[in-house]
């Protein structure tokens, strides 16, 4: 072989082999097409791998069997690869995706710019708008009733009431709430707010209606305290009298004979053991110490006030109260339904600036990152930056796009949207840096080839070409990777929460945007990039200088050597002993992780950890939820009261509730009947006439017995108890509030059960249509679907990455190795979440579905490659065939990985609940995607790939095997790698 020794001694690392007769051609192979001429009898066919590692297949024409023709030679690149349907349309249609980009890059890109402009433009347009009651309630939820009910309550009052509820805790930390200073401050602030804020003109207690005495109790009790530093004054206590008159209490004061409980404004409360103790601290009261008061400012809305007056009120309130308002002696916060939505959008707006950080860190790296890869390939020019900065800018506009195109259909903008830049731009640069590291090693092996061809050889080399090839290598790649994280959150839609399902189709929708401007926008990049760096290659490969070789081939031969050593330990047997058993560790710490995850949500994983809400939620759970959580019973169908049976069946109901467990008991009941009752009674004996017309059970309950009823100074609070047909003026319905207590309602999960147990006391008693509701009630029924809702989503969502995985790997070993690492990354995702301190939530719930579609990635692309090898090359063996692939692919998957962690962690700037799961599922299923990628899959196909190799070869008959093996006497050897290492 006179002819090949030349070209040997030319390229420094050369892995020479005969062409094996079951050997096909690739699409990474190019063929020297005027060959024929120079090698009448020889065939040069070359293959560039990642590291640029070139073979050289050598074919006589004597030798080959059958002959090869000059025609054969001329047409080989035009050859078909062996694979399944969807291949061979694949590399067709990505063929097809690179002329057209390399012919009109300029046309395309102005196609692609103005419709983003187009779309992009509704972004800035639109609103951010949360659905804080129900958008975390899986729809068929019970709660979604049982808040229709609630809403259809107050629609004959034009809606839902305004309520402001003020926590009001003492100034410094020590401090107690039960002072004459403290209590004045308070009551002093709810009259200013109640006078000075007007809603269509109106203040607070000019439209509160039958809502005006709420704080009623606090201001007696405030009252009396006055009334006793009065008498201390005249050396008398409200203790120490005998005037019983006024009774400062807890939880029921007494003023005038009239009894107020102070339980729904008093929390924190701690009592004087005994009397002697009250009466030697000289206090007019058995409060010793008050940590908390509540105060509701609650009305019927305006039938004239809009929804924006309404906002801008609540608005004006919360600013004054927890930005303006410094107190004396007292700490107000004031919480509104306005203000939640505001610091859920404010915990959005948080991540944008955050993103020019990210973008600029990423852009940082890309460049990076693009120059030693460009220098290993000695192609490096000053054009490398625009491709490396437009890798970071295309998935931003593609992302700005797809949102902005959801937008013009009217979807709504929430929150949880603002997490899409980022994922979508994690996943986008990935794909850029495929496309960055295709374009190199083509133009390396074009330099490569333009160094051994004799000047007199045409090689056929065109841009259009080049573009076509770099679409059809890494294509398949992109499409895997995009593919399975639309399908991922595709799957997402179909989740029973409103803000996931917006959180999913946003995802979706962004990555196939992604998808389609990673071929259309950055494709013409590369090919105006190429135009640039192909007319200045000849000048380029005379400015190499010797030392830059030197270098180079240094480089390369110790990364050679260290691949093949590599591959060379985990193709080993005692390796593959190994990794099983560290897998089998790794998957029973995993699954026991998983299993022991805890479904809980909470509202304060909505807000940053720097929102008043937080503090108090946090009042609220130390405070209020185990002293008096209030549950609102609604009597649907209240018509005939004058039935004894429907009469006291209804007073039946409520007993049951005021007999549950943890019932405050009746007499921390707000049920309107027993006031109603004594309100009869008293009337019946002030005439005679009265006490025969009520002792007529059919006109007991008429209209014009309540109107008076209603009409009584003490009783004029009811009104907003009760709702009267428009028609008849009949009473219609009704609502109950009662009061529980208990440590164990603190927990969320207990809170659950504790509805489940009230609303089966509602089944009960159907004929009343009741339904209960509690606040906590949208996120209570998210936590029994939780569990369910993620093992259903994460098995439709892994059966979709099957299905995609077997698209483009028709072989069962390698879809069979691909699934099972997928099942690997994932449940070790799962397990590792519980072990790093978060719950399953929503959130998290969103996000190990997007963590399902990235474990495709590290997976799919080795196993994709070592399958293609395979197909490709059928003579080269395991540890061959995972070489290869690991220098294809290794250097990417390490970039991408390494990327997408340094972009995302700076989400971790922004302290709120949301960045922090997102974070730390992305870096673990990146991590754990990378250790798998590049060493426990190549270590698993390797070992697999020896059994079926030794299983075959047992099987295969007696006459089969002599004449593969005199078959493989005559055959060639290929020759190891490192042979070649020492001689350059």
């Known amino acids: 072989m006179p002819i090949i020794q030349p070209i040997v001694q030319i390229v420094p690392i050369i892995h020479i082999s005969t062409a094996c007769d079951d050997l096909p051609n690739t699409r990474s192979r190019a063929t020297i097409t005027d060959s024929a001429s120079f090698l009448p009898k020889i065939m040069v066919q070359s293959m560039e791998n990642g590291f640029g590692v070139t073979t050289i297949s050598v074919t006589s024409s ?68 949360d659905d804080l009651k129900t958008g975390y309630t899986p729809i068929g939820a019970r709660s979604y009733d049982e808040f229709a009910a609630y809403e259809k309550f107050y629609d004959n009052i034009g809606g839902e009431p305004l309520n402001t509820i003020i926590f009001v805790t003492p100034k410094y930390p020590n401090g107690s709430m039960i002072g004459a200073s403290e209590l004045n401050e308070t009551m002093e602030l709810v009259d200013y707010i109640g006078a000075h804020f007007k809603l269509t003109g109106r203040p607070f207690y000019k439209f509160c209606t039958d809502f005006c005495e709420m704080n009623e109790p606090i201001r007696q009790f405030r009252n009396g305290i006055i009334l006793n530093d009065e008498l201390n004054k005249s050396n008398q206590t409200a203790v120490d009298t005998s005037d019983d008159r006024l009774e400062l209490n807890f939880p029921f004061m007494s003023i005038l004979g009239k009894q107020l409980d102070l339980s729904p404004n008093f929390f924190g409360v701690e009592k004087f053991e005994n009397l002697v103790d009250q009466m030697t601290a000289g206090s007019p009261t058995n409060i010793k110490n008050l940590k908390l008061i509540l105060v509701q400012l609650r009305a019927d809305k305006p039938s004239n006030a809009s929804k924006n007056d309404v906002v801008e009120y609540e608005r004006q309130i919360t600013d004054f109260v927890n930005k303006q308002y410094n107190g004396r002696s007292i700490r107000p916060l004031a919480l509104t339904v306005t203000l939640a939505r505001d610091e859920i959008i404010r915990t959005g707006m948080t991540l944008f600036p955050y993103l020019s950080v990210g973008f600029a860190i990423m852009v940082t790296f890309s460049i990076i990152s693009v120059f030693f890869s ?42 949880i949207l603002a997490v899409t830049p980022f994922l979508v731009m994690a996943i986008g640069v990935d794909d850029a840096y495929l496309m960055i590291h295709s374009w190199q090693r083509i133009c390396s092996k074009q330099s490569k080839k333009r160094s051994l061809a004799p000047r007199n050889v045409l090689l056929g080399d065109s841009l259009r070409d080049r573009i076509a090839e770099v679409m059809v290598d890494v294509g398949p790649a992109i499409t895997i990777t995009s593919l399975t994280n639309i399908l991922a959150f595709g799957v997402g839609t179909f989740a029973p929460t409103p803000e996931i399902r917006l959180f999913c189709a946003g995802n979706t929708m962004a990555i196939f945007f992604d998808y389609i401007y990673q071929l259309f926008m950055y494709g ?49 047997s005692f390796t593959s002993v190994l990794v099983l058993l560290i897998l089998i560790v790794y998957w029973l710490t995993s699954l026991n992780g998983t299993l022991s995850i805890t479904p809980r949500i909470t509202p304060k994983k909505l807000f940053l950890a720097d929102s008043v809400i937080n503090d108090m939620n946090m009042l609220r759970d130390e405070y209020i939820q185990q002293s008096y959580s209030p549950m609102t019973l609604f009597i649907n169908n209240a018509t005939n009261l004058e039935d004894p049976i429907r009469n006291a069946r209804i007073r039946e109901m409520i007993r049951r509730f005021e007999g549950e467990k943890h019932s405050l008991g009746a007499e921390f009941s707000h049920f309107w009947l027993r006031d109603y009752d004594r309100f009869m009674e008293t009337a019946a004996e002030e005439t005679e006439e009265e006490e025969q017309e009520v002792s007529d059970h059919s006109l007991r309950y008429d209209r014009h017995h309540l109107d008076a009823f209603l009409n009584w100074p003490e009783y004029h609070h009811w009104g907003g108890f009760l709702r009267f047909d428009n028609e008849t003026g009949d009473l219609s319905k009704f609502m109950v509030i009662m009061g529980f207590h208990g440590k164990e309602l603190v927990a969320w999960e207990y809170r659950a059960v504790l509805l489940n147990q009230w609303r089966s006391i509602v089944d009960e008693f159907p004929e009343f249509s009741a339904s209960v509701w509690v606040d906590d009630a949208p996120f209570l029924d998210q936590i029994q679907t939780l569990v369910p809702v ?110 997408t962690i340094f972009f995302v962690m700076c989400l ?51 006459k089969h095997r002599k004449t593969t093996e005199f078959s493989r006497q005559n055959r060639p050897k290929i020759i190891p790698i490192g042979s070649f290492m020492t001689k350059n």
């Not at 395991?878 to 290794?890: A, D, K, N, Y």
């Open 524 to 572: 013409p990049v590369i090919a105006l990039v190429g135009k640039f760096e192909m007319s200045d290659e000849e000048a380029m490969d005379q400015r190499k200088t010797r030392d830059h070789n030197r270098l180079r081939r240094w480089l390369r031969e110790k990364l050679l050597t260290f691949m093949s050593s590599y591959c060379a330990w985990i193709s080993n």
């Open 62 to 129: 004597e030798e080959s069997t059958p002959t090869t023709s000059d025609a054969d030679l001329t047409s080989e690149k035009n050859v078909k690869l062996s694979g399944t349907c969807v291949n061979q349309m694949s590399d067709k249609m990505f063929r097809k995706i690179g002329h057209l980009v390399a012919d009109y890059p300029v046309t395309t890109l102005i196609i692609i710019s103005i419709f983003t402009l187009i779309t992009s433009v509704k972004v800035a347009l639109t609103d951010q708008e």
């Open 790 to 899: 993620t093992i259903q989503s994460s098995i439709c969502t892994l059966i979709c990455m099957i299905v995609v995985c077997l698209l483009f790997m028709h072989h069962l070993f390698s879809l069979s190795v691909a699934t099972l690492s997928i099942v690997s990354i994932c449940l070790g995702v799962f397990g590792s979440m519980f072990y790093w301190g978060l719950d399953l939530d929503p959130i998290s719930m969103a996000t190990t579905i997007m963590s399902i579609g990235f474990s495709v990635d590290f997976p799919a692309h080795i196993t994709y490659h070592y399958y293609r090898m395979g197909e490709d090359h059928r003579c080269l063996s395991p540890q061959q065939r995972i070489f290869h692939s690991l220098v294809s692919i290794g250097y990417p998957l390490i970039q991408c990985g390494l990327s």
């Open 374 to 415: 460009a220098f290993y390939y000695n192609q490096w020019t000053k054009h490398k930056l625009s491709l490396a900065i437009m890798g970071c800018i295309c998935p931003l506009l593609a992302t700005s796009s797809a949102l902005g195109f959801l937008f013009w259909f009217r979807v709504r903008f929430g929150t």
């Open 908 to 958: 971790r700037f922004v302290d709120t609940y949301m960045s922090e799961v997102f974070v730390k599922t992305m870096v673990l299923v990146v991590s754990l995607g990378v250790i798998h990628g590049l060493f426990i899959i190549p270590t698993m196909l390797c070992a697999c790939s020896n059994v079926y190799d030794a299983c075959r070869s047992i099987k295969r008959p007696r």
